[in-house]
Every structure is written in structure tokens, then in C-alpha cells.
């Protein structure tokens, strides 16, 4: 059984920073990818970030230059760092693991961007 479990979200000023944060739990393959997803009202839910567990990364090209993603493996968290924050960063934002043949998501925490 694996848990994810997310914190860090909340409501700040265009320009402002956030950091969520997203710790699993479980049997963990060593080998896995951890990544945020974010779901706007009225939108698919879309890839903002992604990093291996060897450090390789992918990033949305709305967030290249202002987020960063990082991860701790002995304590199988994944950061995101998230800068200059704009209105249109506005949703909810999931953390995923693949973990060898499953997939897992948290449970979302909201990110609220205001002008």
C-alpha cells in the first residue's frame, strides 16, 4: 500500500513563492518517477513538473524558469518550488508517483494566485 500525502499549498500575491511538498509512504521501488500535476477549474489536469530517482527532470513550458522540482530519496519526498507565481497558476495541484507497473496520486492541495 502506498500513501502520498501533500502540504504546502495556499493563497499568495502574483510574483509571490510557494513550496509544496509531497511524502510517500509504502513499498517504494528504488527505480521510480515523482512528479506535480496541477487541474485548473473547467481544465484537464496537466504535468507541471517530474524528476527520477536519478535526478533527471522534465518541466510544463508555462513553469520552465520559475519552478524547480527536487527530491529527497531517503525520505521519498518530492519538492516543488514554485517562483514568480502568476494568476494562471491558479489550481489544484496533485503529486504523483509511478512506482514500477502503478501509478498513485495524492490527494490535491489548491494554489491560489491572486492579481
Known amino acids: 500500500q502506498v500513501q502520498l500525502v501533500e502540504s504546502g499549498g495556499g493563497l499568495v500575491q502574483a510574483g509571490g513563492s510557494l513550496r509544496l511538498s509531497c511524502a510517500a509512504s509504502g513499498s517504494i521501488f528504488r527505480t521510480n518517477f515523482m512528479g506535480w500535476y496541477r487541474q485548473a477549474p473547467g481544465k484537464q489536469r496537466e504535468l507541471v513538473a517530474v524528476?527520477?530517482?536519478?535526478?533527471?527532470?522534465n518541466y510544463a513550458d508555462s513553469v520552465k524558469g520559475r519552478f524547480a522540482i527536487s527530491r529527497d530519496n531517503a525520505k521519498n519526498t518530492v519538492y516543488l518550488q514554485m517562483n514568480s507565481l502568476k494568476p494562471e497558476d491558479t489550481a489544484v495541484y496533485y503529486c504523483n508517483l509511478r512506482n514500477g507497473p502503478s501509478e498513485y496520486w495524492g490527494q490535491g492541495t489548491q494554489v491560489t494566485v491572486s492579481s
Open positions: 524528476i527520477s530517482s536519478d535526478g533527471s527532470t
